[in-house]
């Protein structure tokens, strides 16, 4: 078997293929970084070593510079983040650094479904637009963290834009401030992702502080539609103090179905729980009596090596 009997380590960019005086104009009058590096590679290495075979492991220059080049212990350069200034201090004294913006966007085509005038039932239809859109996004979200080494996304928001494009299509985006610990302890989530949170930077703190840790963020959708009354009934009922049952059961029935597709994205995560449940009612265009419920939520799990006990909240007299 053969024996390496030398190595090197460069990262190619597409200005190496500009003519030096070209290269030079871009960077200040400075040659790049790169050209020296080759200089050296032939110099200390392919002059002076014996060798018969020569293996390049090729890569593309963007994973190099960030998994190489730029994987150091403590990250040091410029993040951006939409963090306030208490979740800055907050995140950075549980032990994590911020290491960039994270987004992920999916646009998307939400198809059509007919409902019944007096019939109330789930729009399946419309429910799986409205999640597997949601899902590319955060998936996408989830890449660019995974990208920068971090260990998660914190203050995850989800939002749908609506443009001029068309009635039936909205961009769905996901955006988050991805954390990577400064000591390298492990806090992603078991499938070796960063785990999301949409918790923020204090309640973020507070829950370190309880000895649990995100996991993931789990989210259930159902867009309903809510059967109308018939004009019989609807007079019947004029002025008088009355349960409206169809509307109530309709509306118990959806808000349980979004519930429980959240609590099974939890316990695919083995979580111990949910915190921070948001349970949002939005019609999205659709009319009155159609109607998405969309739950959404931080799972959980107790931290390694924690003894489970919480420390005693600490007064703060406010002089504002």
């Known amino acids: 078997m053969g024996e390496v009997v030398g190595a090197g380590l460069l990262a190619h960019v597409p200005t190496i293929m500009l003519p030096r005086q070209d290269r030079l104009d871009l960077n200040e009058g400075k040659e790049i970084s790169l050209v020296p590096g080759l200089e050296r590679l032939r110099a200390e290495v392919f002059e002076v070593l014996d060798y018969d075979t020569v293996v390049v492991f ?3 220059w963007f994973t190099t510079v960030e998994f190489v080049v730029s994987a150091h212990d403590v990250r040091a350069g410029l993040f951006t983040s939409d963090l306030s200034v208490n979740e800055f201090l907050l995140i950075k004294q549980a032990g994590f650094d911020p290491v960039g913006l994270v987004v992920g966007s999916s646009i998307y085509h939400i198809g059509i479904q007919l409902a019944g005038w007096k019939k ?4 399946t239809v419309l429910s799986e637009a409205m999640y597997g859109a949601r899902q590319l996004a955060m998936t996408r979200m989830e890449e660019e963290a995974d990208q920068l080494g971090a260990d998660g996304v914190v203050g995850v928001r989800l939002d749908i834009g609506r443009y001029e494009w068309g009635q039936d299509m909205a961009e769905f985006i996901a955006i988050g401030t991805a954390v990577k610990h400064r000591e390298g302890v492990l806090h992603r989530a078991p499938n070796g992702r960063p785990f999301t949170s949409d918790l923020s930077g204090q309640d973020f703190w ?7 840790r995100p996991v993931g963020m789990v989210m259930g959708s159902c867009v309903y539609h809510v059967a109308h009354r018939g004009m019989l009934k609807s007079m019947a009922q004029t002025g008088r103090n009355v349960e409206l049952s169809n509307f109530t059961q309709a509306l118990y029935d959806a808000r349980e179905l979004a519930m429980e597709r959240m609590q ?10 949910i915190v921070g449940v948001d349970l949002q009612e939005k019609s999205h265009g659709w009319g009155s009596h159609t109607i998405e419920f969309f739950a959404v939520g931080t799972a959980i799990v107790p931290s390694e090596g924690h003894d489970g006990a919480i420390e005693a909240p600490t007064p703060v007299l406010d002089l504002s």
């Open 58 to 60: 090729d890569s593309h």
């Open 206 to 212: 507070t829950l370190l502080r309880t000895g649990h």
């Open 264 to 273: 099974s994205e939890a316990q695919q995560l083995s979580a111990e729980g």
């Open 120 to 123: 109330s039932q789930e729009m």
